[in-house]
Every structure is written in C-alpha cells, then in structure tokens.
C-alpha cells in the first residue's frame, strides 16, 4: 500500500462547478499537509499549506485535513478554464532541517468552458 | 529572476552514457532537493542537502551522486544512464523553519534511448 493515495482521475468538469479533490494517507507522523498545481511542463508550484487538523481558505481555494480519518481535500469554487492541471497532495514530518514530501499520484483535471 | 532554475531543460542521450544536470536557486534557502517524477507523474524524493551536507539519501542506486558546492547550488551526476532513467528530474528548495513549503524548478525532461 502506498503512503499516500490520490485517484489520478482524469476529472473534467463544466466551468463554474466546483471541484473536490481527495488523497488518503496512513503515515500518523504527517504534520505538514499540502496542495500543489503542475501545469503541463511546468514544475509544481504551491497552492495551499496547512498544518495539522482544519481547514484553509484561500480566495476559491478551501483545504481540508482530518488527521483522525487520515484524509484530506481540496475545494475549488466556481472553477475555470485556467484550473486545468494536474493537482497533487502532498505531506510530511520534518527530518533534521529539511521536509520529506511524500507526494500522492496526481489528479488530472480539465475545466470545460 | 527565476527562484530555482535548472539547466538543462531537455536531455537526449544514449544508454551508457554519463550526464549532468544543473540546478541553482537564488532564494536564499538553506535546503535543496532532488525529486524525480515518473511517467505516470508520481514524484519521488531522491536526495536533499542542507548547507551543502547530505541528509536525505532514498534508496537510489549509486550511479546518482548528488553535489552541492554550496548552498545555492545542487547538481546531479548519473553514470551509466539506463533507459528507466528516464523521467523529469526535478530541483526544489526550502527555507530551515518547519512551516516551510517546497519551491520546485521546472524540471530536466531526461530521455534516454
């Protein structure tokens, strides 16, 4: 079993839908959750990070993390066209001055307009 | 004014032979990954260096040596390139404190023939 689960999709969706983005993790140790977007070509860039348990808002953006369930989500509002990536859960537990990302597969979305 | 820049951004070769890629960062961070990601887009951490020392060292096989002369940069060196070494490399770097996320470069697309 993987450390990190992520449906790898394709999702794709009518533009102004919203979009719920899943990843399950069994590593208890995780502090660090996190959400990255990869462009075509592009390397991952932040989206939204957060520690521990709760959730994170970030204009359409809302994170969520249940520690005690191990799963967390992304929630994009009133999606578009520029949405169209592939998003990827990330997190960790800090070794010695530097963070140990443990990424989920991937889940490729397309935003329909 | 790129953050993490990578050089090359595209590599041909043949197995067998040796290559290197190049990464540089200008964000001032203490810590510098390599991640590599597969062709079905699963990122995998493969070594990180804080102020130029190894601390994280994944099981990689010995052909990848990672070096980093100093903290703004880190190189990776592959001898004897196989064809499951094709993939996107990719360098990312953080900052020392824990609530730090990752800044990836836009990643080396190695093929190998």
């Known amino acids: 079993q993987k450390e990190v689960e992520q449906d790898p999709g394709p999702l794709s969706v009518p533009e102004g839908a919203i979009v719920s983005l899943n990843c399950t993790y069994s590593?208890?140790?995780?502090?660090?959750f996190m959400w990255y977007r990869q462009y075509s070509r592009k390397g991952p860039e932040l989206l939204m990070y957060?520690?521990?348990?709760g959730n994170k808002e970030d204009g359409r953006f809302t994170a969520q993390v249940d520690k005690s369930s191990k799963y967390i989500s992304l929630f994009i509002r009133d999606s578009q066209p520029s949405d169209s990536a592939t998003y990827l859960c990330?997190?960790?537990?800090?070794?010695?001055?530097?963070?140990?990302?443990?990424f989920g597969q991937g889940t490729r979305l397309t935003i329909n307009p | 004014d790129t953050a993490v820049s990578q050089t090359p951004k595209y590599l041909v070769t043949q197995m067998g032979n040796d290559k290197s890629i190049k990464c540089e960062q200008n964000?001032?961070?203490?810590?510098m990954y390599w991640y590599k990601q597969d062709s079905k887009k699963f990122l995998k951490i493969m070594f990180s260096?804080?102020?130029?020392?190894?601390?994280i060292n994944e099981t990689v096989p010995n052909r990848f040596s990672p070096k980093s002369p100093d903290k703004a940069h880190l190189n990776l060196h592959i001898n004897s390139l196989e064809l499951g070494d094709s993939a996107v490399y990719f360098c990312?770097?953080?900052?020392?404190?824990?609530?730090?996320?990752?800044?990836f470069g836009n990643g080396t697309r190695l093929t190998v023939t």
């Open positions: 990312a770097s953080s900052p020392p404190w824990s609530d730090s996320p990752l800044h």
């Open positions: 590593n208890s140790a995780f502090q660090y």
């Open positions: 957060t520690y521990s348990s």
């Open positions: 990330a997190m960790s537990d800090r070794i010695q001055g530097a963070q140990k990302l443990v």
């Open positions: 964000l001032g961070h203490d810590t």
């Open positions: 260096y804080n102020n130029k020392e190894l601390i």
